[in-house]
């Protein structure tokens, strides 16, 4: 029902902006990503009192966030993709405020974009690292709106929309691809019985189908790679998930935890599947939400991102009740994250 479905957009909005306020305090700080550590963190987050100490947006958020709002609002004032107003919208955020932690080599394209006379908009990004392209994750950071405002639409539309924000920034087909995982992960969440425990393995098989179908188009075109990437990672995901416990190290070697796509969004996905099943350590009596940010802290490197990935899947599945509002009240851009999610859901509806 629609009452339900509202709890679940803004879980997925409100979950990104947690993820990366939360994560931000520990982005490259390896040693302090410890459970102990971050639930140090947390304890500040839920005990300061209302109205003493606690300081309303305390923690800022970062170009994930920044970026994620001009997704949402480019979407919902066009009803639809502009790649113009979208372009202008990420460049004209960046100038505003450039002090966000932006990647070191995205803000040539923003430099770029800010030419009034430039016709093709996705021109400055294939000419990135000599027409490579960046396959850095600040198209998978930013796209949570997207499979919201696909919420009522199929897959394809859902791949087409995701690929066309991701190129306004990343051409890199591992950039491109590691969106279009995340996209799915949190359409594919919002689309799940929560009423039920989560089947881990059915939600890994149907990121699977897809990434397969991506993984052998892009080879045609990739001649000298001879594997699939993403879905190596999906499978690895499938084999830890029938294990006890795995260390941070292995996951880390295996699943990644950097700035890069492939190196960042399998370990969020993991993060919040993991955090489906029980712990038997200090998270224990945490919820799923809880869990997911924690413990995708806990994987080091790119904290903000990959908690603010694991964020945007884990609030589409749990919704905005599991995170607590002191977690809200802390963290900048929370509220206007619901505002953006009870717009999209009114725009999803109409499509
Ligand atoms: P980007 O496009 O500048 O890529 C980020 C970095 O990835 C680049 O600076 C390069 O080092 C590397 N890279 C990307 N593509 C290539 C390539 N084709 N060849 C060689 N190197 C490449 O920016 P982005 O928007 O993708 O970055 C997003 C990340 O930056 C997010 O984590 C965000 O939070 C932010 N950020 C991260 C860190 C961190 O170190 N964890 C620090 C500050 C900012
Ligand atoms: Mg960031
Ligand atoms: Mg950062
Ligand atoms: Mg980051």
């Not at 939360?22 to 009192?49: P, Q, R, W, Y």
């Not at 006379?117 to 960046?134: H, I, K, N, T, Y």
């Not at 087409?160 to 594919?188: C, K």
């Not at 990739?222 to 996951?251: G, R």
Request: aromatic fraction near 8%; proline fraction near 3%; charged fraction near 25%.
């Amino acid at each position: 029902s629609c009452a339900k479905l509202i709890t679940r957009f803004r879980g997925s909005m409100v979950g990104a902006v947690i993820g990366d306020c939360i994560g931000a305090c520990f982005e490259m700080n390896d040693e302090e990503c410890t459970k102990s550590n971050i639930l140090k963190t947390i304890a500040h987050i839920e005990n300061v009192k209302a109205g003493k100490r606690r300081k309303f947006g305390e923690y800022i958020y970062t170009d994930d966030t920044a970026m994620a709002r001009s997704v949402a609002e480019s979407l919902i004032d066009n009803k639809g993709f502009n790649a113009k107003d979208m372009a202008k919208r990420f460049s004209e955020e960046y100038m505003r405020e450039p002090r966000r932690g932006y990647g070191g080599n995205v803000i040539t394209v923003f430099k770029l974009l800010q030419d009034p006379q430039l016709e093709d908009v996705f021109e400055p990004a294939r000419r990135q690292f000599d027409g490579q392209g960046s396959f850095g994750n600040g198209g998978a950071m930013r796209i949570v709106p997207a499979p919201l405002f696909s919420y009522n639409k199929d897959i394809e539309f859902l791949q087409n929309l995701t690929r066309q924000i991701t190129e306004i920034t990343h051409s890199h087909y591992q950039a491109i691809q590691g969106t279009i995982l995340e996209s799915l992960a949190i359409y594919i969440a919002l689309h799940t019985d929560n009423t039920i425990p989560l089947d881990t393995d059915h939600y890994l098989q149907q990121l699977k189908k897809h990434m397969n179908t991506l993984e052998e188009e892009g080879l045609a075109q990739e001649s000298e790679k001879n594997d699939k990437p993403y879905c190596y990672k999906l499978d690895k995901m499938k084999e830890y998930l029938e294990q006890e416990e795995v260390s941070i190290d292995e996951l880390n070697e295996v699943l990644g935890n950097d700035v890069s796509a492939l190196g960042s969004v399998p370990a969020a996905i993991y993060s919040f599947l993991r955090s489906s099943k029980p712990f038997t350590d200090e998270l224990e009596d945490r919820n799923g939400f809880e869990k997911t940010i924690i413990y995708a802290i806990s994987m080091k490197g790119d904290t903000d991102t990959i908690a603010s990935m694991a964020g945007a899947i884990a609030g589409a599945y749990y919704g905005i009740k599991s995170i607590p509002d002191s977690w809200q009240h802390s963290c900048e851009g929370a509220i206007d994250a619901s505002k953006y999610a009870d717009k999209l859901i009114d725009i999803s509806e109409e499509l």
